[in-house]
T-cell receptor
């Protein structure tokens, strides 16, 4: 069964450093998402992406965050200057449409900012 | 704004016990409702969904009914197994049509033999 993959599974970085989290969505999917979950808190929506554009972003997704689909397979989340409060599990998801289709989630990247 | 509230966990049950995990929502319009499950070390997997009032989603013995009058989508299973131990998330898809999911805080279920 096709699945969403994410790399790395864990990342430790120093405050102020840039990090790039990578995702390979399911190959024929058109809609891509990032969510995050701070330890002990809810899973929160960050951004949705379709047709090489952001279609919606949350208040969390400020100028420090960016997303890119650099080629036909990868979908990346970049945090330009990490803060302590960016420490969280980041989930990538993809779906065929934005409507009734199921979103398929990757296993997540656990980011720790020191 | 739209929101989802789940019962606090952890929930600890013996094998073959009846499970209910409560979920209520606040939303404008007619959102779709979902239950996702996260097994240890894995990503979120869709367990079941319902897209309109009175729909019942079911999968692997789990059921949930979309109740618009009580804005609820409670998860139930008649007889849990040890393998059901996981974190369960209730979610709604906002009516913004961008696919954005709004999650509850998750409920940890531990089933003991």
């Amino acid at each position: 069964e096709p699945e969403v993959t994410q790399t790395p599974s864990h990342q430790v970085t120093q405050m102020g450093q840039e990090v790039i989290l990578r995702c390979v969505p399911i190959s024929n999917h058109l809609y891509f998402y990032w969510y995050r979950q701070i330890l002990g808190q809810k899973v929160e929506f960050l951004v949705s992406f379709y047709n090489n554009e952001i279609s919606e972003k949350s208040e969390i997704f400020d100028d420090q965050f960016s997303v890119e689909r650099p080629d036909g397979s990868n979908f990346t989340l970049k945090i330009r200057s990490t803060k302590l409060e960016d420490s969280a599990m980041y989930f990538c998801a993809s779906s065929w449409t934005s409507g009734e289709e199921t979103q398929y989630f990757g296993p997540g990247t656990r980011l720790l900012v020191l | 704004g739209d929101s989802v509230t789940q019962m606090e966990g952890p929930v600890t049950l013996s094998e073959e016990a009846f499970l209910t995990i409560n979920c209520t929502y606040t939303a404008t319009g007619y959102p779709s409702l979902f239950w996702y499950v996260q097994y240890p070390g894995e990503g979120l997997q869709l367990l079941l969904k319902a897209t309109k009032a009175d729909d019942k989603g079911s999968n692997k013995g789990f059921e949930a009914t979309y109740r618009k009058e009580t804005t609820s989508f409670h998860l139930e299973k008649g007889s849990v197994q040890v393998s059901d131990s996981a974190v369960y998330f209730c979610a709604l898809r906002a009516t913004s049509n961008t696919g954005k999911l709004i999650f509850g805080q998750g409920t940890t279920l531990q089933v003991k033999p």
